[in-house]
């Protein structure tokens, strides 16, 4: 079942294919403002159904706008997905082939890690085992702030993770390719890089550290919920959701498209007064 | 005003299903691998395929033209053919014509031809933009500010006014702009590659100079009616008052905004 689309969700869907990924509060705030610039009705706890009425309209394209967790924030966020390849070569637009070689070394190193996370050392060192053409240090440097620019790996303190939107989009292919390797959350069942792991060595459960926070919350002695263990891992504080709606829909809405109605007509007219000043400089 | 070939509208905003008529395009065909198949020769080649092949075709057709047009890259025919289309190019009108029309009613972009001779394509906004006559965003503000130039002074300029306009305006081409970074660069090579500009070289030239006009994706996309009531709010005037572009502005179906023009090429 879907309804019609409307120019609301062709709008919000090329707000979507420019910025790749945005958190929950953006999501809200683009499609109050879709649905206000093309005059359609407005509900403000319907914006799963908005976004499957795009879903059924995608899903002949293998393309899909999915939710997913941010394992550093908690927060929820939607990514335009492809799942026409379930392999990292739907980047290959993009990556020569030794530049993907690298990142799927570097998928290597952070799935086989404890701790979620792969140091820009270790990822120099790999580039020594590589079978397509080596790449140097200052261009594994150069491909590195690439990936994190385009939004497939984070980094911070010189130690690289996977993104929120490549986690979101790969969750599949890592599923399938690192069969024996991956952890998934035993709290919310969805692939997990940074977590915590139960001690006890007959259990050796993994929870995100978001999950972590939001289960243990309040509770004075924690507790491994699988094998009752005393779970010895710092509980992290639970981050409650940035209400602020202006500073997510600043950030995500494109180049041409505006931000939120209230501020829309003023930034309109700021810009307009920018080109008459521009212009006037030259009467 | 000079003589420029405008760009066609491939597929009509129409979302009933069209019946069989020649969606064929009748010029000659340059390409030398590909051959323009007959709407018979498309019929048959249909009947041989299962639906599900042809809806995957086309997926792969669309995606396609999605990552390139992310980058501005227009695409051309014999690339999407050898590419993606491969085995079916006997049912090729089909399958773009049903991508078009993905674009139009999934995504709101329209694909346009903007070289008929060549077979490229663009994908176009095709949403309603109430602020489409001001940009936001710095460098579409710039060039903004050059098709303003181009097509006020009748549609060529000689790169020098160019230059100085945006010299008088702390844009210095010869100098590292803070937002900009390299601007002749920009200028020359980046907006003439998106299809904005065309940069052509004036011949018996010395020193060697060039001169501008609009880019085939900018005779698409931007208004000159806007840009016309933009420079009339400007000088305070009524953007009658420049007769000659007054009328080149609301004479071609392409030039005002969300044209429903339904030219079949």
């Known amino acids: ?283 | 005003m000079t003589q420029r070939k405008r760009p066609s509208i491939f597929m009509e905003n129409d979302f009933t299903q069209r019946q069989s008529g020649n969606l064929v395009a009748q010029d000659e065909d340059d390409d030398a691998t590909f051959t323009q198949p007959s709407t018979s020769q498309v019929q048959r080649g249909l009947e041989k395929l299962t639906p599900a092949q042809v809806d995957q075709k086309t997926a792969e057709v669309v995606q396609y033209f999605l990552v390139k047009d992310q980058k501005k890259i227009p695409v051309r025919r014999a690339d999407l053919v050898k590419h993606v289309v491969k085995d079916y190019r006997n049912i090729y009108p089909e399958i773009l014509k049903r991508a078009a029309r993905t674009f139009d009613q999934v995504f709101g972009l329209k694909l346009v031809e903007i070289d008929p001779k060549n077979k490229m394509y663009i994908l176009v906004n095709n949403l309603e933009t109430p602020e489409r006559a001001s940009p936001i965003n710095p460098k579409m503000g710039l060039l903004f500010v050059i098709l303003s130039v181009i097509f006020m002074k009748g549609g060529v300029v000689r790169e020098n006014l160019i230059w100085n306009t945006l010299k008088k305006l702390r844009v210095d081409p010869g100098e590292k702009h803070e937002e900009f970074g390299d601007v002749r660069k920009m200028v020359t090579d980046e907006f003439v590659r998106q299809r904005y500009l065309e940069y052509v070289r004036i011949p018996h030239t010395e020193p060697i100079e060039h001169e501008f006009r609009w880019g085939q994706r900018a005779d698409a996309e931007v208004s000159k009616a806007k840009i016309l009531e933009f420079m009339g709010e400007l000088h305070d005037q009524d953007p009658k008052t420049w007769i000659q572009q007054y009328r080149e502005a609301h004479s071609t179906p392409t030039s005002s905004q969300a044209s429903t023009s339904s030219s079949q090429r």
């Not at chain 1, 190193?109 to 404890?114: F, H, R, T, W």
């Not at chain 1, 590589?130 to 303190?157: A, I, Q």
């Not at chain 1, 981050?239 to 930034?267: A, C, D, F, K, L």
Request: net charge neutral; proline share 4%; glycine share 4%.
């Open chain 1, 1 to 283: 079942m879907s309804r019609q689309m409307g120019d609301n969700h062709r709008r919000f869907l090329q707000t979507m294919m420019v910025n790749g990924i945005i958190d929950e509060h953006g999501a809200r705030a683009l499609y109050q403002y879709c649905c206000e610039t093309h005059h359609t009705q407005y509900a403000p706890d319907k914006l799963d159904e908005f976004i499957d009425t795009i879903n059924s309209r995608l899903q002949p394209m293998f393309m899909q706008i999915r939710k997913g967790m941010s394992e550093d924030n908690g927060q929820q966020y939607y990514a335009l997905v492809n799942m026409a390849e379930t392999d990292i070569t739907r980047m290959s637009s993009d990556y020569a082939d030794n530049e993907l070689e690298l990142f799927r070394k570097t998928m290597d190193l952070i799935v086989g890690s404890e701790n979620g996370k792969a140091s820009s050392t270790d990822i120099l060192n790999t580039t020594d085992s590589m079978t397509t053409k080596k790449l140097k240090k200052s261009e594994t440097e150069h491909l590195l702030s690439r990936l994190v620019h385009d939004k497939w790996l984070s980094e911070k303190r010189g130690e690289y993770t996977l993104s929120t939107r490549c986690i979101i989009e790969m969750e599949p292919y890592i599923r399938t390719m690192y069969q024996d390797q991956f952890k998934e959350c035993h709290i919310c069942r969805n692939i997990a890089f940074q977590c915590q792991i139960c001690e006890n060595p007959t259990c050796g459960i993994k929870i995100h550290n978001p999950c972590v926070a939001r289960y243990f919350k309040g509770r004075s002695e924690p507790r491994c919920p699988a094998c009752d263990d005393f779970w010895p891992h710092e509980i992290p504080a639970h981050m409650r959701s940035p209400s602020s709606q202006q500073v997510s829909i600043n950030r995500t809405v494109s180049t041409g498209i505006t931000s939120s109605p209230t501020r829309r007509s003023e930034m309109a007219r700021e810009s307009r007064s920018t080109l008459v000043g521009l212009w006037s400089c030259l009467k």
